[in-house]
């Protein structure tokens, strides 16, 4: 599906160019060039050879290849409207396990979207949790994700800036509301989301049939970046959510629901802003990024 829509979109997938095995361009743990090149046979942990893709005129090796292409951003604090998200799935495989759970919550005026996606009856909740009796009467994911987009929208139209009442009479004072000018643009932040919740929605949404390229209308940032300064901020070294939660003393630090770990993610980011004396959206926008839909759905093409 993913090279279908690519070739409708792009054109065909670039070839494999010349004869000699390619190599694969990504960095190894020493630092160096990977040494890996499209002729070796080493497999991976599922049995699948890590070259593979190589030899389909992708520029990195399996272990090397991120499903999600992204590009730096420069995302001012004041236009940024933080949403945290989080999903539950099937599995751990963006590539074919799916979606079951979508939850987000707005940082600043609470506004929250939830709602689980439709499976068979057939789907073992193994992984999420989830009961069949309460999937089997969810929307299909095509409309969770429309639905999704529309609240984003809402939510960026509608946002508002507080401002206080020229009046000169003290009694009179008072904050009046205006729509904020520019419209800020959405930023969705997710823990792990560059590997796993980013790469998830994009590689479903395409599977649905909704186009990738309206991935790029919002920026991204993955709240992993939190647990790079975990150890010297709130003492510990875990880089986990529930860890985060637990050291920075939260209402409820337990896994539950995608909408429920938006929640706690929210209660996190606030912590480390508080600590830090910053706001959310200084503390994250620094790291914001862009989806490249092009790249994206190439890398996607690759690996499927």
């Not at 190589?54 to 730096?72: D, F, M, R, S, V």
């Not at 991935?215 to 010297?232: N, Q, R």
């Not at 503390?283 to 190439?298: R, V």
Request: net charge negative.
């Amino acid at each position: 599906v993913y090279k279908r829509q690519f070739e409708s979109r792009i054109g065909p997938m670039p070839p494999s160019s010349g004869k000699l095995p390619r190599r694969c361009d990504g960095v190894a743990a020493h630092g160096g060039r990977c040494s890996i090149d499209a002729s070796p046979k080493m497999r991976d942990r599922n049995g699948h050879l890590v070259a593979e893709h190589l030899a389909k005129g992708c520029a990195k090796c399996k272990l090397h290849l991120e499903l999600l292409a992204t590009t730096p951003v420069e995302l001012p604090t004041r236009e940024a409207l933080l949403v945290h998200v989080d999903l539950e799935t099937t599995g751990l495989n963006p590539l074919e396990d799916e979606i079951v759970e979508l939850g987000a919550v707005a940082h600043r005026c609470g506004a929250r979207f939830a709602t689980t996606t439709q499976m068979p009856d057939s789907c073992e909740p193994t992984v999420h949790g989830i009961g069949t009796d309460e999937l089997v009467l969810s929307p299909p994911v095509k409309d969770v994700f429309l639905r999704f987009a529309a609240f984003l929208d809402n939510l960026a139209d509608n946002a508002v800036e507080t401002s206080e009442s020229d009046s000169s009479q003290p009694q009179f004072e008072e904050q009046i509301l205006r729509l904020r000018s520019p419209t800020p643009r959405i930023l969705l932040a997710a823990h792990n989301g560059r590997k796993f919740d980013f790469p998830f929605m994009a590689s479903e949404a395409l599977r649905c049939g909704i186009p990738l390229w309206r991935f790029e209308t919002w920026a991204y940032v993955d709240t992993m970046v939190l647990g790079a300064s975990a150890a010297s901020t709130v003492g510990t070294g875990c880089a986990k959510l529930q860890c985060l939660g637990q050291v920075c003393k939260t209402s409820d630090n337990r896994a539950h629901r995608a909408l429920d770990d938006t929640l706690l993610l929210r209660d996190v980011v606030s912590a480390f802003a508080a600590r830090l004396g910053t706001s959310a959206e200084s503390l994250l926008a620094p790291h914001s990024f862009n989806i490249d839909a092009e790249q994206t759905l190439l890398n996607l093409s690759f690996a499927s």
